[in-house]
């Protein structure tokens, strides 16, 4: 069942997010028990990126409420989740229930993970760790125990075809005690030394204005040219220490440089330009003439997804009420009825087709990403004095940034 369901959903994932990256594989070891401590930013999209990804089964903790939702319990079920009891939920059950269910999991050599911020939020930095997994991981029955800080990162984490990134820290070595309740003074040293973990492998900063002025200034900066997502996060962390060292010593520099980016980011939407376009890419030619191929297919496709696709946008901006945490949540379970629903009703029409529109979805999901590059590429040939404008703007702006960074490094050099 684990391994059907898993399939089922790696694909799922896959669908939504354009691209999803591992980092720190080799921070994970074999034939013990471990605990993977994740934030938790974005619903339930967090531990199905861990569920589908990570290269060893992973028993996840979830509100026990899960498993009382139509559909959503056959997975939390059907994935082997142990639930949590919390006193706002109002569900019968103990900690001590949690407890012993994933220390049994620990001891026989398994893998649990749990996000310590105890729920999901959209805020800058995380929120002030539970002792929950601490207290897993000392009163554990294991000769051998690990705690795997992981960190989960997006690119823009409500978004259809956006990015996706999982970082598996360095592991941290525990002594379980084999004790119901463990000395709290060991496990608050545990949990401060997962908290520390944490802060290594994600991205903070100390408001959501930062994070914001932070990720536009990457993208100008990288423009998607080269390197990993796990170099994307690392160049924002670099960033947001940037943004820390100037508000410190030139705060009105800061407000220069975000009005520079402002500038040039309207001056690009002015233009009907993007980032993108402003870019060399290998290999736009070859798919534009796919595209073309496969343009009538991917009209087909278009067409029978087009009803579900907008249904699934408008409920989950409904239902998830603003809530950026839960809007991709609510995307994938609306797509897992939608489409599936779409396909049945083509049988109406012709009996073979609920066999074929899967792929002409797919066909003109890709055709449709070919086609929005190839268009940008023509603009931006066609306003050729602006493109070059904004190009020589662009580089000027990564200037900025390498003198601020060429700075750091004698400041820090110096200390």
């Not at 947001?240 to 010593?249: I, P």
């Not at 440089?257 to 330009?273: K, V």
């Not at 060399?280 to 073309?292: D, L």
């Amino acid at each position: 069942m684990r391994r059907v369901l898993s399939a089922i959903l790696r694909v799922i994932v896959r669908l939504f997010f354009r691209r999803i990256e591992i980092a720190g594989e080799e921070n994970i070891p074999e034939g013990q028990g471990a605990i993977f401590a994740m934030n938790h930013p974005n619903g339930l999209v967090d531990p199905l990126l861990l569920l589908c990804f990570a290269p060893r089964p992973v028993s996840f903790l979830a509100k026990a409420p899960l498993f009382r939702y139509p559909l959503v319990s056959i997975f939390v079920k059907g994935l082997d989740s142990i639930p949590v009891y919390r006193k706002t939920d109002a569900v019968t059950g103990s900690n001590q229930e949690t407890f012993a269910r994933a220390r049994d999991v620990l001891g026989r050599g398994g893998a649990v993970a749990i996000s310590p911020e105890g729920t999901t939020h959209s805020e800058a930095r995380l929120k002030e760790l539970k002792t929950g997994a601490a207290r897993i991981a000392l009163g554990a029955a294991a000769s051998e125990l690990c705690v795997i800080p992981t960190g989960i990162y997006y690119t823009s984490k409500q978004t259809f075809r956006s990015d996706a990134l999982i970082v598996f820290g360095a592991p941290i070595s525990v002594q379980p005690q084999a004790l119901d309740e463990p000395p709290r003074d060991a496990v608050e040293a545990l949990t401060s030394d997962i908290e520390r973990g944490l802060a290594d492998v994600t991205l903070q900063a100390d408001s959501g204005a930062v994070l914001d002025l932070v990720a536009r200034a990457e993208r100008i900066f990288s423009g998607g040219e080269g390197g990993d997502l796990a170099y994307q996060l690392d160049l924002r962390r670099r960033f947001v220490a940037g943004y820390r060292y100037l508000s410190e010593r030139d705060p009105q520099r800061i407000a220069h440089f975000a009005s520079r980016i402002e500038s040039f980011e309207s001056d690009l939407a002015n233009a009907g330009l993007d980032l993108d376009s402003l870019m060399t890419r290998r290999g736009v030619v070859a798919r534009s003439v796919v595209a073309v191929l496969l343009l009538p297919f991917a009209v087909a496709g278009a067409l029978i997804h087009y009803p579900a696709y907008w249904l699934v946008a408008y409920l989950s901006r409904r239902f998830a009420r603003g809530e950026q945490e839960m809007e991709a949540t609510y995307k994938l379970v609306a797509g897992f009825v939608l489409y599936p629903l779409t396909w049945i009703a083509c049988a109406i029409f012709v009996w073979w087709l609920p066999l074929a529109a899967p792929l002409l979805g797919y066909v003109a999901l890709r055709v449709s990403e070919s086609l929005e590059l190839m268009l940008g590429r023509a603009r931006a040939r066609v306003r050729r004095e602006t493109t070059q404008r904004l190009i020589e703007e662009r580089a000027a702006i990564r200037t900025d940034i390498e003198a601020i960074a060429e700075e750091m490094g004698r400041v820090s050099s110096r200390g």
